[in-house]
């Protein structure tokens, strides 16, 4: 009766007894122990490859880049003052002089500002910020017109071409000839001697069109120096010749008489004149057609009669050259060889 009531009570707890020991034996071998396992290498979780970023308009070289973040500046060679101007640096040549109100030149080395001796700096100050959309106008301007000028310098040797009065002309160096003395000389050579139907594979010339071509008595050899010299000293014939001749036809027309010519070789100037009716040219004029060379002429023969540049001056300007506006945007906008 006891045994039943003990086996009940253990299906009711769902308990095994305990294993009944081992009766002690021979001594057992102890069994080797098992080399552990390497862990099991844990799953790694899919990753999704993500292509690369596709990359839409040109790349800026690094120098390109370097200047698009750095600060933008204007520095004149002789700057003595500087100042920014709508985030911008700008250091000008200051100079004192005898004109009676303060005066502003942007040219190609950048700002020039002058000045009365008496006027303040602080009022110099005050001029140059609200003239700070001017200058920074004028002075991008001028940068730009460098930049086309350096990208247009002529690169001197044989073959090389060159604009004289708006008209491109190939520079061909021929020993054979002396040119009685005066060292080149331009000639037209017709484009027929080309193949028929083809352009010219040095210059692109089609046939029927005809070419300039200045013949320069040099060496083969000839030095770049030597041609520019050559070439230089040819136009600079040229650029008397056509300026002699445009000062005596426009002069009668404005009632002036002029008395001297002088080549001026200025940077930036093309022209000026004086009281006693000399005039000062500049010969790189030759490169341009000579519609803006009469626009020059005709602007420094009416300082003759008005010394300055008030509407009496322009209304002289436009009774003989009536485009005069349009042409001077030429004269600022069209880039000129870098000597």
Do not use: C, N
């Given at each position: 009766?006891?045994?039943?009531?003990?086996?009940?009570?253990?299906?009711l707890f769902d308990t095994a007894p305990a294993p009944p020991p081992k009766a002690a034996g021979p001594k057992a071998r102890k069994p080797k122990p098992k080399r552990p396992e390497p862990p099991a290498a844990r799953p790694q979780p899919a990753v999704e490859k993500i292509a690369e970023a596709e990359f839409i308009g040109p790349q800026l070289p690094a120098q390109?880049?370097?200047?698009?973040?750095?600060?933008?500046?204007?520095?004149?060679?002789?700057?003595?003052?500087?100042?920014?101007?709508?985030?911008?640096?700008?250091?000008?040549?200051?100079?004192?002089?005898?004109?009676?109100?303060?005066?502003?030149?942007?040219?190609?080395?950048?700002?020039?500002?002058?000045?009365?001796?008496?006027?303040p700096l602080y009022e110099i100050d005050k001029a140059v910020l609200e003239k700070s959309a001017w200058i920074l106008a004028k002075l991008q301007e001028t940068r730009e017109r460098h930049e086309r000028m350096e990208s247009a310098r002529i690169d001197?040797?044989?073959?090389?071409?060159?604009?004289?009065?708006?008209?491109?002309?190939?520079?061909?160096?021929?020993?054979?000839?002396?040119?009685?003395?005066?060292?080149?000389?331009?000639?037209?050579?017709?484009?027929?001697?080309?193949?028929?139907?083809?352009?010219?594979?040095?210059?692109?010339?089609?046939?029927?069109v005809a070419q300039l071509t200045l013949h320069v008595g040099l060496p083969q050899n000839a030095s770049p120096e030597q041609i520019r010299d050559a070439v230089q000293a040819w136009l600079m014939r040229q650029a008397k010749r056509v300026f002699i001749e445009r000062l005596n036809h426009f002069?009668?027309?404005?009632?002036?008489?002029?008395?001297?010519?002088?080549?001026?070789?200025?940077?930036?100037?093309?022209?000026?004149?004086?009281a006693d009716g000399s005039i000062r040219l500049n010969w790189r004029l030759i490169h341009f057609k000579q519609s803006v060379i009469d626009y020059v002429v005709v602007h420094e023969l009416s300082h003759l009669?008005?010394?300055?540049?008030?509407?009496?001056?322009?209304?002289?300007?436009?009774?003989?050259?009536?485009?005069?506006?349009?042409?001077?945007?030429?004269?600022?906008?069209?880039a000129i060889p870098r000597w």
């Open positions: 009766m006891m045994q039943r009531l003990l086996q009940f009570t253990l299906d390109t880049l370097q200047q698009a973040l750095a600060p933008a500046t204007f520095r004149h060679p002789r700057a003595t003052r500087e100042t920014v101007l709508d985030g911008i640096l700008v250091a000008y040549e200051f100079r004192r002089s005898k004109r009676k109100t303060i005066g502003f030149s942007a040219g190609a080395d950048g700002l020039t500002v002058s000045a009365p001796k008496w006027v001197w040797k044989d073959g090389t071409t060159l604009p004289f009065l708006g008209e491109q002309v190939i520079v061909v160096i021929d020993p054979r000839h002396a040119f009685g003395g005066v060292g080149a000389e331009l000639k037209t050579r017709a484009a027929e001697v080309l193949l028929q139907g083809q352009a010219d594979a040095d210059t692109g010339t089609l046939p029927g002069a009668p027309q404005l009632g002036v008489t002029w008395q001297k010519l002088s080549l001026s070789s200025a940077g930036t100037r093309w022209g000026s004149a004086s009669r008005v010394m300055d540049h008030s509407p009496r001056f322009w209304d002289t300007v436009r009774t003989v050259v009536p485009d005069y506006a349009e042409l001077r945007g030429q004269l600022k906008d069209e």
